[in-house]
């Protein structure tokens, strides 16, 4: 190739922006009142959060519970873990933690720790972010950490979904140039509306399907709210999902959510980095690990229920009242769903089976 050519294409191809690669595992994982005295398996919080490299932990109760998580997976390991918290977070006398838990092997922590400036106390719990560094290639990365609150309804949770535009941008002057990742339970579907102003400003939900918190019943998942949210085009994100981690130890949804969480962590691979799901046994688990959403006409929330065609609010607050159903043919007996409408509603696939 001649000489000026090379130069040529070199000039090229550092006009092209090319893709941060990290080559580890992040996951984000709601572990339901974690430290509470209340029957949690921190042997089996710890062997699912062993799975990732580095694990943003939303609803720590006390930071004593993360220190016993980090004790606990060393242990199944072999490895050498961190981890660090927040302090307590909450306008009332309920208050939570914002933990981080990494592999010392994969992860270093790099700077900025800090606690959201929340100058207009629109949250509830003020989002908790740090910058990280891939010990695997040097990459720095932004982590954010948030729990959105639930309230009464939707709307309770759109004034701090919405102020979330504005804390992205606030973590580009924190960490500028970095790429960021906002983790969390954000207690909504990444398809709502509400979520216009935080794509506005260019971010987009790594997880689109499937569904994050554990119904009552064996086999139902619920509510994909659960999630990373990413800037395209700033990290090299090779594959993505949620581990279904009753299946793990081979637990039924009630068990694993009064012993584990009731929530499922959601993750992301970046680079070369690879998740293999081991069994509580030690054997590697095959199975797709990416659980299907749908609605439990018997178990779902009011707000899961108006997700179903022709059902509002009403109409809700009817299905709900007049369980149980064996059947969806069986919602003729609403008022307003006549049987056009209830073919519509069974031709959606959102209805558990």
Same mark, same amino acid.
Request: glycine letters at 8%; one cysteine or more.
């Given at each position: 190739?001649?000489?000026?050519? %090379?130069?040529?294409?070199? !000039?090229?191809?550092?006009?092209?922006?090319?893709? /941060? +690669?990290?080559?580890?595992?992040? $996951?984000?994982?709601?572990?339901?009142?974690?430290?509470?005295?209340?029957?949690?398996?921190?042997?089996?919080?710890?062997?699912?959060? $062993?799975?990732?490299?580095?694990?943003?932990?939303?609803?720590?109760?006390?930071?004593?519970?993360?220190?016993?998580?980090?004790?606990?997976?060393?242990?199944?390991?072999?490895?050498?873990?961190?981890?660090?918290?927040?302090?307590?977070?909450?306008?009332?006398?309920? %208050?939570?933690?914002?933990?981080?838990?990494?592999?010392? /092997?994969?992860?270093?922590?790099?700077?900025?720790?800090?606690?959201?400036?929340?100058?207009?106390?629109?949250?509830?719990?003020?989002?908790?972010?740090? +910058?990280? %560094?891939?010990?695997?290639? $040097? +990459?720095?990365? /932004?982590? /954010?950490?948030?729990?959105?609150?639930?309230?009464?309804?939707?709307?309770?949770?759109?004034?701090?979904?919405?102020?979330?535009?504005?804390?992205?941008?606030?973590?580009?002057?924190?960490?500028?140039?970095?790429?960021?990742?906002?983790?969390?339970?954000?207690?909504? %579907?990444?398809?709502?509306?509400?979520?216009?102003?935080?794509?506005?400003?260019?971010?987009?939900?790594?997880?689109?399907? $499937?569904?994050?918190? =554990?119904?009552?019943?064996?086999?139902?998942?619920?509510?994909?709210?659960?999630?990373?949210?990413?800037?395209?085009?700033?990290?090299?994100?090779?594959?993505?999902?949620?581990?279904?981690?009753?299946? =793990?130890?081979? !637990?039924?949804?009630?068990?694993?959510?009064?012993?584990?969480?009731?929530?499922?962590?959601?993750? *992301?691979?970046?680079?070369?980095a690879q998740l293999q799901l081991t069994a509580f046994d030690g054997l590697e688990y095959?199975?797709a690990n990416d659980p299907v959403y749908c609605i439990d006409l018997n178990d779902a929330?009011?707000? +899961?229920?108006?997700?179903?065609?022709?059902?509002?609010?009403?109409? !809700?607050?009817?299905? *709900?009242?007049?369980?149980?159903?064996?059947?969806?043919?069986?919602?003729?007996?609403?008022?307003?769903?006549? !049987?056009?409408?209830?073919?519509? *509603?069974?031709?959606?696939? =959102?209805?558990?089976?």
């Amino acid at each position: 190739m001649k000489g000026s050519v %090379r130069r040529w294409l070199a !000039a090229i191809a550092l006009c092209v922006p090319s893709l /941060a +690669q990290a080559d580890i595992i992040i $996951g984000s994982w709601n572990i339901q009142n974690l430290g509470w005295n209340n029957d949690k398996r921190f042997d089996k919080v710890a062997h699912v959060a $062993g799975h990732f490299d580095i694990v943003a932990i939303q609803e720590l109760m006390n930071e004593e519970a993360l220190v016993q998580v980090e004790a606990e997976v060393e242990a199944i390991s072999g490895e050498e873990w961190s981890s660090m918290a927040s302090h307590a977070l909450g306008r009332s006398t309920y %208050r939570e933690h914002y933990g981080f838990l990494w592999r010392d /092997a994969a992860v270093s922590y790099d700077s900025g720790a800090v606690v959201y400036i929340d100058s207009r106390d629109v949250f509830a719990r003020e989002p908790f972010s740090a +910058q990280f %560094r891939s010990d695997r290639t $040097g +990459q720095a990365f /932004a982590l /954010a950490n948030v729990h959105i609150t639930y309230g009464s309804s939707i709307g309770d949770r759109l004034p701090e979904i919405e102020a979330l535009a504005s804390y992205w941008q606030w973590l580009e002057d924190v960490y500028p140039g970095t790429p960021r990742l906002l983790a969390g339970d954000f207690n909504l %579907r990444p398809s709502h509306d509400g979520w216009a102003p935080l794509r506005g400003v260019g971010a987009i939900p790594a997880i689109t399907d $499937g569904a994050t918190t =554990l119904g009552i019943t064996d086999g139902v998942w619920s509510n994909l709210y659960d999630n990373i949210w990413k800037t395209p085009g700033k990290l090299t994100i090779t594959d993505r999902g949620i581990v279904r981690f009753s299946e =793990l130890f081979e !637990a039924d949804h009630v068990t694993a959510r009064g012993i584990i969480s009731d929530h499922a962590p959601v993750w *992301i691979a970046l680079g070369n980095a690879q998740l293999q799901l081991t069994a509580f046994d030690g054997l590697e688990y095959e199975a797709a690990n990416d659980p299907v959403y749908c609605i439990d006409l018997n178990d779902a929330t009011a707000d +899961q229920l108006t997700e179903l065609p022709n059902v509002g609010p009403v109409r !809700a607050a009817q299905i *709900i009242d007049m369980r149980p159903w064996d059947r969806v043919q069986s919602l003729i007996r609403v008022s307003g769903l006549g !049987a056009a409408s209830v073919g519509a *509603i069974e031709e959606s696939g =959102l209805v558990c089976p």
